[in-house]
């Protein structure tokens, strides 16, 4: 069974029961650390060749762990790579360890590779695992030097010929094929969104996130409506236009609308994603310590973008609507000043008391415009919004706020699926006092040091109009973090899989 790639012309195939090692030259054998590890390791040694005794001295399955052995040709490949998972690993555990090995073994991995799934080295998560190692296997080959001048290596597993061959047992195959193409279809759209993200912000003024939407939509298939300038203010989103007050690049609107033809009675979600492409904190500047990270500030709308595209590649049968204001945040003359009131598209009046609680300025607006033109039954927001979110959870969760149990539970559940990790915070309305203003109707932060983050959320649910199914997921620490990629941090692609999982969920 083939399945081609359009985009990079990369094959997938799938053999069914099959021996491996025919048109390939190396094979990856996933392998967890559980009880039955000897038992597999057995069925390795009789395949290769190799002594038992070797092999379970040698290899432990340890996460990340890999172990090369090297065969005769007519064994199960040329080079048999064991690939620790570690005990009882999650899917995102296996896509690390995927992802790591293809970025370790990038210059020498041929150009055909399989890999080994018939050797009861899978328990019942079979498509789970198929969907994250393709997943791993194609994020692992990521170059984040994409601006670096010097000829790059044409690495022979990076090249658009490249074979991937799947040995699975007799199975569900039409299961083990959209698992496949699940995976792929995630790591072409994550590839994408680490591009957007790490991109520095003199490559990607708001008209670029834009132009990327549009040929997303006109690609896939979904509606895509840019307001420029001179629209915004026409539609009155006055929240978004005091913020890019400082900028001499103009700010846009991104509107974006999936609905299958045919869909009838299907929910109505609402995504809507904070765009700040770089944030100086305007008047209200930033310490110049790590500044330079604040090109990342757009990792929700990366996310929202990124869900919009994936979700019309798999063709879920949900009507999906995704809304991004996009500006930076700058300093000039004529940027907003601690002390200002301004308008919003809600109609609702802000006191500015720091210019660098920005980003829920223009989500304000993004908020209101979805409540008002789409009414969805769902309504998430995503931002990069606080450092308190990142001194609470560090760079492994981002914060969960919402009202809704339900929702709350089907978000968390996605979360879990995907090792996205998201935790639920208080929404109590005793914080609305913190953000009470005397001359307009709410002022945008508390101005005190803690709380930060529940405050930015109370300032959200202002803008919501008590919409009952409504969450806000504040990933400042995890839109970018520490990887192979890179010796800084760079973009991990949060939220993409998150949303989507949670969109399957439901029409599921």
């Not at 799947?166 to 039409?174: A, E, G």
């Not at 072409?188 to 991109?199: M, P, R, S």
């Not at 915004?232 to 690049?249: D, F, T």
């Not at 301004?342 to 993004?366: N, P, V």
Request: charged fraction near 25%.
């Amino acid at each position: 069974m083939w399945v081609k790639n359009p985009q990079n012309k990369t094959i997938m195939r799938l053999k069914i029961n099959n021996k491996a090692g025919s048109s390939v030259s190396a094979v990856i054998i996933p392998v967890a650390k559980q009880g039955s590890l000897e038992n597999i390791l057995a069925k390795i040694a009789t395949k290769t060749g190799v002594p038992l005794k070797l092999l379970k001295e040698d290899f432990k399955a340890n996460h990340k762990e890999i172990h090369t052995l090297y065969t005769e040709e007519n064994k199960v490949g040329k080079r048999t790579f064991l690939l620790g998972l570690g005990e009882a690993p999650t899917f995102a555990e296996v896509v690390s360890a995927f992802r790591s090995f293809a970025f370790k073994k990038k210059t020498i991995l041929p150009s055909k590779i399989g890999i080994h799934f018939n050797l009861n080295n899978v328990g019942k998560n079979l498509t789970s695992w198929v969907d994250a190692s393709i997943n791993g296997l194609f994020i692992g080959r990521y170059d984040i030097g994409r601006y670096k001048t010097e000829e790059k290596t044409n690495f022979a597993f990076s090249k658009k010929d490249t074979l991937i061959e799947l040995y699975v047992p007799k199975v569900n195959v039409k299961a083990v094929e959209n698992a496949m193409n699940k995976g792929r279809a995630a790591a072409e759209t994550q590839l994408e969104i680490f591009d957007l993200v790490n991109a520095p912000s003199n490559m990607k003024p708001p008209q670029v996130l834009a132009d990327w939407a549009v040929k997303s939509g006109k690609k896939n298939g979904f509606k895509v409506k840019v307001f420029k300038k001179k629209e915004i203010e026409k539609l009155g989103l006055h929240a978004l236009l005091a913020v890019n007050r400082g900028s001499e690049l103009p700010p846009t609107f991104i509107v974006m609308e999936y609905k299958p033809k045919g869909l009838k009675n299907a929910k109505k979600v609402g995504l809507v994603g904070k765009g700040v492409t770089f944030d100086t904190g305007g008047l209200s500047i930033k310490p110049s310590t790590n500044m330079h990270y604040m090109k990342t500030d757009m990792g929700g709308a990366a996310a929202v973008l990124g869900a919009m595209e994936l979700t019309a590649k798999l063709n879920l049968p949900i009507h999906l609507i995704g809304i991004v204001p996009a500006t930076d945040n700058s300093v000039d003359a004529l940027s907003i000043k601690p002390s200002d009131v301004i308008q919003s598209y809600s109609g609702k009046s802000i006191e500015i008391i720091d210019t660098d609680a920005e980003g829920r300025l223009i989500l304000a607006d993004g908020l209101a415009y979805m409540i008002k033109h789409f009414a969805p039954d769902v309504l998430i927001d995503l931002a990069t919004l606080t450092g308190s979110c990142v001194r609470t959870f560090g760079s492994l969760s981002g914060g969960l706020f919402s009202k809704n149990d339900e929702l709350s539970k089907a978000l968390l559940k996605a979360s879990e699926q995907t090792g996205e990790r998201i935790w639920r915070l208080p929404l109590w309305d005793d914080y609305k006092n913190y953000i009470k203003s005397d001359v307009a109707d709410i002022k945008n932060f508390s101005g005190l040091p803690t709380g930060g983050a529940i405050t930015a959320a109370k300032f959200l649910e202002f803008f919501t109009d008590n919409h009952p199914s409504w969450a806000h997921m504040d990933i400042a620490g995890v839109a970018v973090s520490d990887s192979e990629y890179s010796s800084q941090k760079s973009a991990t692609g949060f939220g993409v899989r998150l949303l989507v999982e949670f969109l399957e969920n439901m029409v599921q």
